[in-house]
């Protein structure tokens, strides 16, 4: 092994050493010193990260893993902090820094006018720490270290401005909702320990490799299934996935970087990283990809009916983490991997510029009331356009490369279905509905906004809200920089070639137990480098589709909101109560409320607060007390103060240690 | 040759006053006077065992008490003035004010 990749370890470290001087002392630095200390820490961080990835690309081997000393060893068991280098992890450590960067770089102008700046980058560059520590280890545990590091980050950052109720509520139901995941995902750890006797991945997916595919459930699925239940959390899927739309309470980047382009993401890659073990459980597999297709509708439909700009975003991003397990789901690794850099580049983008839409109108939030922004604010409008474009899977952007490859996979993966393969489509028709019916509402038409309001709800800079207004610089070079990677960020997936860039990443499936999974003799892996013509006449077929509903999407929107603006409202007012109830995102949230959380509440007031804190728990302190305490006053009587009682008393003792002596003496 | 017995009624006798003045009396001095009784009957039936025993244990005692007795009374009669200066009484239901 190279020596250089002993280094690696700088990649994590960097980041922190920025939060630690920020968090300790930035208080008392001037707000450029902090944002450069900032920028300066997570650009280092990412120029490391480009001299590894481009030495580790040159130097042919698959993977590294520098070992830096033992973290823990109980008997047989032990845990060592180390980190991983393969292709994937270069990948995700990529784009986590990469785009981690950008997003620092557009927060300094973002927040220049809120308080708390010195803490804002403080905790941005500690979620970078706790991002890079997941990607980058090399065993569960410290993977473990890293995923309850960024949820700690993103609790932090969620609730940023703490005065707001909604903010510091919005933050606990993140942190809550992932301690559930994070529980399956812990019980997995356990499996593994107790089955498999260590975390770290290397040995783990060689013990897994000798495991037959299990057509049963097993050991294998339940590992499988309880992981998932951790990614589930982390990545917003059915059933947790409540925490992501509240999750907006956040600063805008913070969406950016936390909520859409990156720590999302991470069950994604838990999935995509644990492929030796979901490969040989296809009863796990199906579940992701079941949870995947149906999130990804689900979100897709709710996305529809929004009106707040970040919250259309934010549901956009879980139907986008529903694609991504939708292709984990069907063994397409490599497909859910693209998609998830791809989602990367043009999410944070649209978010950044969402962002820059909020600036500019002056923290309005509502998209009823932008609108026409196009000529105030041209280089958002266009960098937005792009990421639309790319999201909604129109040729050539990112987007399409990704989600054409996904659908692809869900059509003809030996795991895949026609179902999956259906509902994939309606959702990217909705996807690419809903994403131009934002950029209608937001950039065409006239302005509805109000005219200069004397309290923006974004604090601080009101003086200049006249008119919307095109962001500074120091917002649209990131801007302009993700739109660029928007667009060609995809064509690393031409012919394949991502797809084999990970192929050392991912355990290929041997043919007997491909033909155990499926009981078809024929089922051998679908490649399309040999596949038949026949298949890659259905892939161009399919490709087509998929092109045919994004532009239909596109001219929907355009038809709703532009040609014929009347059209939305008499089309809710007669969908009537399925309106209402997509418009309440299908009242989960209610439904949660009254069936877990209420009767939670409920129980831990009457039961545990009242009755075991109060009756029992207090009460034993309290009567304690009580019973000490009378026992006092019956015993302070004899302090009296007369020296003849004592001297009474001392008496009637003597005469009773005399005649107890006289008693012993005679018997 | 007075009986042992004799010796131990007397020094019995007088630890008793010295119990029932303790305890009856109010002024401290006259407290102080039935301490130094019961002092003293215990030396009377110190001295009547000892020569009894043909020992001189007893006889030392009675000489370590006495000292202690005097040294006693040197310190306690002090205290006596000092508790009369500072509340002008001898009465020791009215000496406490370390009552709760």
Redesign the interface.
């Known amino acids: 092994m190279n020596s250089f990749f002993q280094y690696l370890w700088l990649i994590p470290i960097l980041p922190l050493a920025g939060a630690l001087i920020n968090g300790l002392f930035g208080k008392r630095f001037a707000k450029s010193m902090v944002a450069s200390i900032a920028l300066f820490f997570t650009g280092a961080s990412f120029l490391v990260a480009c001299a590894q990835a481009y030495a580790l690309v040159n130097s042919g081997v698959d993977a590294v893993e520098p070992i830096y000393g033992t973290w823990i060893r109980v008997g047989k068991f032990s845990v060592d902090f180390g980190l991983y280098l393969d292709h994937l992890s270069l990948v995700m450590m990529l784009v986590v820094t990469g785009v981690g960067f950008l997003i620092h770089v557009y927060s300094v102008a973002y927040m220049e006018h809120e308080g708390g700046y010195y803490r804002f980058f403080s905790y941005l560059n500690f979620f970078m720490f706790f991002m890079l520590t997941l990607v980058l280890a090399n065993n569960y545990l410290l993977m473990f270290v890293g995923w309850e590091g960024v949820g700690l980050a993103s609790y932090l950052l969620i609730g940023f401005f703490f005065l707001k109720d909604s903010a510091a509520n919005a933050g606990k139901k993140a942190f809550i909702t992932n301690r559930v995941g994070d529980f399956g995902f812990l019980i997995a750890l356990f499996l593994l320990i107790q089955h498999f006797g260590t975390l770290r991945y290397a040995t783990v997916f060689d013990i897994a490799s000798h495991f037959p595919a299990e057509t049963t459930a097993g050991l294998l699925t339940a590992i499988g299934l309880l992981m998932l239940v951790g990614a589930c959390g982390k990545s917003a899927q059915i059933p947790l996935y409540v925490w992501l739309p509240d999750a907006m309470e956040g600063p805008t980047p913070v969406s950016a970087l936390i909520h859409a382009a990156t720590m999302v993401t991470a069950g994604v890659y838990m999935v995509c990283r644990s492929n030796a073990i979901f490969s040989r459980a296809p009863i796990a597999l199906l579940a992701v990809a079941t949870i995947g297709t149906l999130t990804s509708f689900f979100a897709a439909t709710i996305g529809i009916t929004q009106t707040d700009i970040k919250r259309v975003l934010a549901y956009s991003t879980v139907s986008q983490l529903g694609y991504m397990f939708m292709a984990a789901g069907v063994a397409a690794y490599s497909a859910s991997v693209f998609h998830l850099m791809t989602h990367a580049f043009f999410k944070a983008l649209l978010f950044l510029g969402a962002g820059s839409v909020i600036h500019g109108v002056g923290g309005e939030q509502d998209m009823r009331k932008m609108g026409g922004l196009r000529k105030y604010m041209p280089w958002t409008f266009w960098t937005m356009l792009i990421a639309t474009l790319a999201i909604a899977g129109i040729p050539p952007f990112a987007g399409f490369f990704s989600k054409d490859e996904i659908l692809w996979q869900a059509f003809s993966s030996p795991h895949g279905s026609k179902i999956f393969w259906i509902l994939g489509v309606i959702t990217a028709f909705m996807t690419s509905f809903y994403m131009f019916r934002l950029i209608f509402l937001t950039f065409t038409g006239e302005y509805r906004g109000t005219q200069p309001k004397a309290h923006s709800a974004h604090g601080g800079h009101d003086d200049h809200h006249g008119t919307p207004h095109e962001s500074p610089w120091l917002m649209l070079g990131p801007l302009v920089l993700l739109g660029v990677l928007s667009v060609v960020g995809g064509w690393v997936g031409i012919g394949n070639r991502f797809e084999h860039f990970l192929d050392p990443v991912i355990q290929k499936v041997s043919v007997e137990q491909n033909i155990a999974l499926t009981g078809e003799a024929s089922a051998t892996p679908v490649s399309e480098s040999e596949g038949a013509g026949e298949s890659k006449g259905t892939e161009q077929l399919l490709m087509g589709i998929s092109v045919l509903v994004a532009f239909s999407g596109l001219g929907l929107a355009w038809f709703l909101y532009v040609k014929r603006p009347e059209l939305p409202a008499q089309i809710a007012e007669s969908a009537g109560g399925l309106y209402k109830m997509v418009l309440n995102k299908y009242w989960i949230d209610e439904l949660y409320s009254a069936v877990i959380i209420g009767p939670l509440v409920a129980l831990s007031r009457i039961v545990l607060w009242q009755t075991v804190d109060q009756k029992v728990i207090d009460g034993t302190v309290n009567e304690s007390a009580v019973a000490v305490g009378n026992v006092s006053q019956l015993v302070r009587q004899q302090q009296s103060g007369l020296i003849r009682s004592y001297a009474g008393w001392i008496a009637a003792g003597a005469a009773v240690v005399v005649a107890y002596m006289v008693w012993m003496g005679t018997r | 040759m007075i009986p042992i017995s004799w010796y131990l009624l007397l020094s019995a006798f007088l630890f008793a006053c010295g119990?029932t003045g303790?305890?009856?009396k109010?002024n401290i001095i006259t407290?102080f006077m039935s301490i130094e009784l019961m002092l003293n009957g215990v030396n009377l039936s110190f001295v009547a065992f000892a020569t009894r025993m043909g020992s001189l244990d007893g006889h030392v005692f009675v000489f370590f008490v006495m000292v202690v007795a005097a040294a006693e009374a040197a310190v306690g009669l002090a205290i006596i003035i000092s508790v009369y200066r500072t509340r002008e009484t001898l009465n020791?239901?009215r000496?406490?004010l370390?009552?709760?």
């Open positions: 119990v303790f305890l009856t109010r407290l020791v239901d000496v406490n370390l009552k709760l």
